[in-house]
């Protein structure tokens, strides 16, 4: 990836401390323990870590579906108190399209429903983003007519029209053959460089288990050590893309991130991460 990623003086989204747990009758499961993270505007931030650390539980109270035990997370400086238009989730799974609307109705769908866009202005704008994924020619089609990939583009391309703050997005290519894998998150990258006439850069919040992709994908890192999840090392990651993929200091980065992810921390018994202790920070 060209480009550095400025630095604004507040972020656009703030994770601030963040615990939180999911409650059953006679068990608490801690999925986070105190989660601090900034995303600025056109960030390309990655949580990344093992299954299990807790990334699919903070997306999800990103998007403001689940409420922190404590700490608390901002957009634009307000804390976020539920769902809104403003962040849209794209999941791992293919079954996140209505079978029952076709691809352009799909891509309508959040349009209209949040009475964002006319019926009109929504068919152009579903039609105009369809084309940026490359499924102009199957706006007519149903789900169920498309490959996994194609799928997930729609899912994409139905996000992106919403033209949210926050894209976040949960693992959505781990479902897919390695090929298209790579495809997707080359496709990613270009529909973040973008044009100036969707409105520049999107701000990312990706989250992968794939140390090579968060290499890929991300130009911040968020590395999750698990059980509850805490931030282990913050690193950047804005001069790796597909083509370095393999180079030398690709693959160094990619040791040193399995190291922190997999390495016992460094802290005596006295001294728990959960004393508040900033986590290391990588320029
Ligand atoms: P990841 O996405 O990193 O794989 P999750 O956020 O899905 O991790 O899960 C974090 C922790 O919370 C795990 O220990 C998981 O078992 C637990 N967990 C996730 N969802 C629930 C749930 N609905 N009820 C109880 N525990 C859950
Ligand atoms: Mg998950």
């Known amino acids: 990836m060209t480009g550095v990623t400025p ?51 903070l997306l999800k109270a990103v998007a403001g579906f689940i409420a922190p035990v404590e700490g608390e997370i901002r957009l634009d400086g307000e804390v976020v108190q539920g769902p809104g238009p403003d962040r849209i989730v794209v999941f791992q799974e293919f079954d996140q399209l209505p079978p029952w609307k076709t691809v352009r109705q799909n891509v309508m769908f959040p349009l209209r429903a949040t009475r964002k866009l006319g019926r009109k202005e929504a068919a152009e704008r579903a039609d105009h983003f369809l084309d940026k994924v490359g499924l102009s020619a199957f706006a007519d089609a149903y789900p169920h007519q498309l490959s996994g990939g194609m799928k997930q583009r729609v899912a994409i391309a139905r996000a992106l029209a919403m033209q949210p703050r926050v894209l976040l997005m949960d693992e959505p290519f781990a479902a897919l053959d390695a090929l298209t894998r790579r495809k997707m998150q080359e496709e990613l990258l270009a529909l973040w460089e973008g044009d100036e006439a969707d409105g520049g850069r999107f701000t990312l919040l990706f989250v992968t288990h794939s140390i090579e992709e968060a290499l890929v994908v991300g130009s911040r890192i968020g590395l999750l050590s698990p059980h509850p999840g805490r931030v282990r090392a913050e690193i950047n990651s804005h001069q790796f893309d597909l083509h370095s993929a393999g180079s030398p200091e690709f693959q160094a980065a990619a040791q040193r991130i399995h190291g922190l992810l997999f390495e016992a921390p460094q802290q005596s018994a006295a001294e728990p991460a959960s004393a508040g202790a900033p986590a290391r920070r990588y320029a």
């Open 7 to 57: 630095l604004h003086p507040s972020p656009l989204l703030a994770v601030d401390g963040v615990s939180l747990e999911y409650r059953t009758p006679g068990r608490v499961v801690r999925a986070t323990h105190r989660v601090s993270f900034d995303v600025h505007a056109a960030d390309r931030f990655v949580l990344l870590g093992a299954s299990g650390c807790g990334k699919s539980t």
